[in-house]
């Protein structure tokens, strides 16, 4: 069973707070930390009227970022756009543009800056995948993570902002599996009966790891994050006695998403309680379980 653990906590600046990650947070952070030290952001109207969001567009209003950032220690930026969630004109390019006036803020406060990247960097590649790992993102979404971590990463150090890209696993409950899941589910399986395996961390643990990091002050300039080892989308469902039938591949499925979360680890030890290859996912399933009526699908 999780145990929720009081933290202590510093000032952050959380960007994007509406979105499916900062819903996650706005729940455990909230139950978890003294609530005034997170400032949430969102560009629509704030959830309610308190002291502790504010509103604006960071693109159009960029000091109104720099204000929301002054005595912060960190930003966390989870602002960005995802394939099929584009509206009201915005598109890929905008999770650079996201990232760059964060990092311009963050010199002129002197805020760390943590950006949301995302697994889908490294594309398509067998093995255990460091942050040392070749990059070849294969689809758009991939290829817009990617470029904002090279452009975030060079104007950081233009500007001397220290800044961690979080290349983010599979989050249990908004993913494409356990949140897209519908009566019906079809998953792709191939020849040898397995399904497509990948790297993954539960909600809550996500929750706990970014709050260890936003605490670390030397953080690397790009770090997996994910629990130990990797499991199969098909085990996963089994896990949480959702039924599914296999269907042949689709021309673009991607077979393996490994992270290797060695150097997560000396930042973080939330990460590693949950090893999903090792034994089946009970407690992954049930932070998802406590987290569904609050959380999105992730449709990536």
């Not at 961390?201 to 994050?225: K, Q």
């Not at 199969?232 to 673009?252: K, N």
Request: charged share 15%; with cysteine.
């Amino acid at each position: 069973m999780f145990t929720r653990a009081r933290m202590q906590f510093p000032d952050i600046l959380v960007l994007g707070a509406t979105g499916r990650i900062g819903t996650i947070l706005q729940r455990v952070w909230t139950s978890e930390v003294v609530h005034g030290h997170v400032l949430w952001h969102t560009r629509a109207a704030p959830p309610d009227q308190g002291q502790n969001w504010i509103s604006f567009d960071p693109l159009t209003d960029p000091d109104a970022l720099t204000r929301a950032a002054q005595g912060r220690c960190a930003i966390l930026c989870l602002s960005g756009v995802i394939p099929g969630r584009e509206h009201s004109g915005a598109t890929l390019t905008d999770n650079i543009a996201l990232a760059l006036v964060a990092l311009r803020s963050a010199a002129k406060t002197g805020a760390r800056v943590l950006l949301a990247s995302s697994a889908a960097v490294y594309g398509n590649q067998p093995g255990l995948l460091s942050e040392e790992s070749p990059v070849h993102p294969v689809n758009d979404y991939g290829r817009s993570k990617l470029e904002m971590e090279r452009q975030a990463l060079h104007t950081a150090q233009d500007l001397g902002v220290q800044c961690c890209a979080l290349r983010i696993g599979n989050i249990a409950g908004i993913d494409s599996t356990l949140g897209g899941w519908r009566p019906g589910f079809q998953l792709d399986q191939f020849a040898d009966g397995r399904t497509p395996l990948r790297s993954y961390i539960s909600p809550l643990t996500l929750a706990r790891v970014l709050a260890d990091l936003v605490h670390a002050p030397d953080l690397p300039d790009v770090l997996n994050v994910a629990s130990p080892g990797a499991i199969e989308m098909g085990h996963l469902l089994d896990a949480a006695q959702l039924p599914w039938t296999p269907r042949a591949p689709q021309a673009d499925v991607i077979p393996q998403v490994c992270l290797d979360t060695t150097r997560l680890s000396q930042f973080s030890s939330h990460a590693s309680r949950i090893n999903p290859s090792e034994a089946p996912p009970a407690e992954m399933i049930e932070q998802w379980r406590i987290l569904e009526p609050n959380i999105q699908v992730l449709g990536e």
